[in-house]
């Protein structure tokens, strides 16, 4: 039913997610981790009607800081998602992984200032544009499939680019990756770059050295630090920044907040209140391309500025909607005795 592709831009958007761009000062050594397991439901759109179900699919994003001294740290945020062949039809099994490494300073009570991302990630080539070439998988078949294999480094002068690939007989699912992720790390480590891509920021197209994760969990730190102020105040908020994928220029701005008093998890049955929905939207400088998707996340609480659900359609007959599972995930205790609020 979907892509690698599709799945993956799913990954990066849905990781969007982390919020956690300011951290409290802390021990070197002291490491936090935080575990959001989630839920995938799927649709498309085969005429005029939607149709969808639950359970296709799901995955992970793992967010994990570890301080060398109180005023340095760096914090990897880890994305999983992939389809549950066994509940679609043809056993599509499409899948993606992808990391995003950031490397954070801060001098006495100034803010927090980034020094440099990275962005690692791994997915199932495809080329699939709509329903029809969806190709469904041959059961039993060893055909070696083509993994597509990223590296974008961004500093404040400049941005660089890797490409890499694959084969592998093997089928993976999602749920147990080791192998395969395995194989991606030595191709990561050991194969030499297919092509490579450098951009200079001599004119200051970026202000500071954002990735996508990193772009996303700045605007949402925004939104959440204006929680305090009057609803219709919040609804006008607009925040926006430049990052940079694969020495690309993106711009990524918020064009939505709806406060909502309470929501639902779709499941464990958890009410949160106090959530925001984030309608976002993400453009291709270079391409002229746009990318839009929506999340929720709580304002208060232990999951605050964490997103509960993700919904993005990356093709236009095709829906996910991703729901955090709060019975499987972990979230960390914020480290004692700094100012800066941990998570926004």
Known sequence: MWGAHTLSRSSVALALLTAAVTCPAAGAGDVAE????????GEIRPFLFWVGRDDVGGGRIVIHRTYSSPERWREDVEVLFGSQPERIPGRINRWGYGREMAEWTRDGDAPPRLLATEFQGMMRHSTESSIADVVPETSGAKVARLYDVTRSVVSPQAAHHEFRAFTDAEDFHFQSPERLLGKYRDCLAATPPLRRSELTNARGVWAEPYGFLT???RLVGEIVDAALKPPRLLQRMRPATVFVYNSKPYTLKVT???PEASIE???????????AILEFQC????????????LWTPLAGDLKGLPVRILLQPRWWLRLQLDMDPGSS???PEPEGGAGGGRP
């Open 215 to 217: 772009a996303v969990a």
């Open 34 to 41: 935080t575990l959001l397991v989630y839920r995938l439901r």
């Open 283 to 294: 453009f291709n400088t270079v391409k002229r391309t746009r990318t839009d998707f929506t």
């Open 256 to 258: 939505g907040v709806r």
């Open 265 to 275: 998890t779709r499941y464990g049955a958890l009410r949160l209140r106090d959530v």
């Open 330 to 332: 972990r979230i960390s």
